[in-house]
């Protein structure tokens, strides 16, 4: 079976936005539009948060995803064209992603399981810093530190939140995970590390009755959390497409160049 008829069966998906929308209807009408449990392909069409939520749903399927700006910010995305999208689909590139596991236990003794494609987030909740304990393979690496929170990067979201933090950014290709502390307090001057995607990660919440902490995997929240999980997931594997010359790889570098 050649590479072109693998992607002849396409699933499109969009975002609520106008422009999004008249993209689904000009490419359903041109290629068709197939249920995304019978596809080869899914066509994403929108933003990075599509992206990213076209990503969770079919975390588990192996299918690969193909995504088109027709959205706000589109760092995931590739341009939009109508034209000839099974031979641009046949020629694209493949990414491997494998997303975070955070493993939250809250106040409570309840446990949240949430996959995150870009970013496990500590935050205090309210004006108080939060006062957080690091370990890392069961070792203590960091007694105490106070900050707004911390966060936990993949490459894929390392030019996501992690940059806004003054995290590093990552190659896509690297075993590596970002270990990037908001707004630190204390120890001031402490960038963060960078782990590799084997670590196992647990951040303890120290004081929280006092200084209480919500964790984020991307868009699923726990609230008054007294312990933070967090590993890579070698058991998923998402395969991302993209044009050739506009790989993640390649727009990753560039984000290091600033252009």
């Known amino acids: 079976m050649s590479k072109s008829e693998r992607y002849d069966r396409i699933a499109f998906v969009a975002s609520a936005g106008a422009e999004a929308q008249a993209a689904l209807t000009q490419l359903a009408g041109l290629y068709g539009n197939h249920d995304p449990a019978e596809a080869d392909v899914v066509v994403a069409l929108g933003g990075d948060g599509l992206m990213l939520q076209t990503l969770h749903q079919h975390m588990r399927s192996g299918k690969p995803i193909y995504g088109m700006h027709r959205g706000t910010v589109g760092f995931l995305m590739n341009e939009f064209s109508a034209h000839d999208l099974r031979t641009r689909l046949a020629a694209a590139r493949e990414s491997l992603i494998h997303p975070l596991l955070m493993r939250a236990t809250d106040v409570h003794g309840v446990v949240h399981l949430h996959h995150a494609i870009n970013e496990v987030a500590l935050f205090r909740q309210t004006h108080q810093a939060a006062r957080l304990r690091i370990l890392i393979d069961e070792h203590e690496r960091m007694p105490e530190l106070i900050a ?88 998923i594997s998402m395969r991302m497409l993209f044009d050739p010359g506009h790989s993640l790889e390649e727009r990753i570098l560039r984000e290091q160049f600033g252009y």
Not at 193 to 215: C, F, H, Q, S
């Open 148 to 235: 707004d929170g911390i966060l936990v990067a993949t490459p894929a979201g390392s030019t996501a939140y992690n940059l806004s933090a003054q995290g590093p950014i990552l190659p896509i290709n690297a075993a590596l995970l970002a270990l990037t502390p908001i707004s630190a307090f204390r120890p001031r001057r402490w960038r963060g590390a960078l782990l590799p995607n084997t670590a196992y990660v647990v951040i303890e919440v120290l004081e929280g009755d006092k200084r209480p902490v919500a964790a984020v995997a991307d868009h699923d929240e726990a609230r008054d959390v007294r312990r933070v999980e967090v590993l890579s997931d070698k058991t």
